[in-house]
């Protein structure tokens, strides 16, 4: 009886060491969704990071967790993640930027380490006092409030970079509301790469806007803003990414206000590539394969009024 007691307690040992090796092997990623605003269909955050998830689940040696409505009360599952993405409202009330930069203080931490770092649609707004400094560092820019612009239009992406991010990636068109302009590092235009105060930063989605974008109305402040107008003719980058001197790498995405724009098959596969290239997963040759049926574009939709 005593051996056989033994054996069970040594069987149960080495299965549950078998599974820490197991879960060791794989790669964590925590998709951080913000808090319900604008109407249906549109800033749908918590079912977009749900979406994703459900889009990434058969990457091998994946584990990817998401957080709905904002910033966790238990910190505890960002432990031991490669990269945390961040799909939210942005600008003053930045949930990264709250308990009076405590947030930004822990984000920075990721960053030294190494932590990827994603900001998407809304997130990637700050105040530039508050955290310009932080973006610039994590992923290379920011939007910046009367010096970005945010009009609703539809580029054409037509060419992508030899990056990782781009496998799979073929030309394609989808209205959102498209920042550019962005704040970027060393106050590049951001359209073609550069290296610049140790970041290696490289533009995936960029597109010429018309004239009659940059002449607007942009949908807040309504603008034009004669700094706009003024660069005329210059393709424009609504997606870049980094690679940080900390060894870690940061993307931003000013897409994503519209949620059946991840019917989209590359819309959805250029971020999907984010997601894993900035935690130091393989990308797949033809990046990352994803299928969204109706009824999964539908599901966890906030309940919002219609206005």
């Known amino acids: 009886m005593r051996l056989s007691i033994l054996f069970l307690v040594a069987a149960s040992l080495c299965i549950g060491f078998h599974k820490n090796v197991v879960d060791a092997k794989e790669t964590k990623i925590v998709l951080v969704a913000g808090k319900p605003s604008h109407p249906p269909r549109m800033h749908e955050f918590n079912a977009g990071v749900q979406l994703m998830t459900e889009c990434l689940k058969d990457v091998p040696d994946l584990n990817v967790q998401f957080v709905l409505n904002g910033w966790p009360e238990d910190e505890s599952i960002f432990d031991d993640a490669s990269a945390v993405v961040f799909f939210m409202d942005g600008g003053r009330r930045h949930e990264v930027v709250g308990e009076k930069g405590r947030r930004l203080k822990v984000v920075d931490e990721w960053s030294s380490k190494g932590v990827g770092l994603g900001f998407m649609h809304f997130g990637v707004e700050v105040i530039a006092d508050q955290a310009g400094t932080e973006f610039k560092r994590w992923i290379g820019g920011h939007y910046e409030h009367m010096h970005s612009c945010n009009p609703i239009w539809e580029p054409n992406f037509m060419v992508f970079p030899e990056h990782p991010i781009s496998r799979g990636v073929k030309p394609f068109q989808a209205k959102d509301e498209w920042y550019f302009n962005m704040r970027f ?34 949908v807040y402040p309504q603008g034009p803003y004669p700094h706009i107008q003024a660069s005329k003719g210059r393709a424009e980058a609504m997606m870049w990414t980094v690679e940080r001197p900390d060894g870690g790498r940061g993307f931003g995405f000013t897409g994503g206000h519209f949620h059946d724009n991840w019917e989209n098959d590359n819309y959805r596969r250029v971020v999907l590539n984010a997601i894993l290239w900035i935690a130091k997963v393989n990308v797949p040759k033809g990046g990352v394969e994803s299928a969204v049926s109706k009824k999964q574009l539908n599901a966890n939709l906030d309940p919002k009024n219609p206005r």
Not at 191 to 214: M, N, Y
């Open 185 to 218: 590092v060393g106050d590049i235009s951001g359209e073609k790469a550069a290296e610049i105060e140790g970041l290696k930063f490289v533009p995936i989605l960029t597109a010429i806007p018309s004239d009659k974008v940059r002449d607007g109305p942009y």
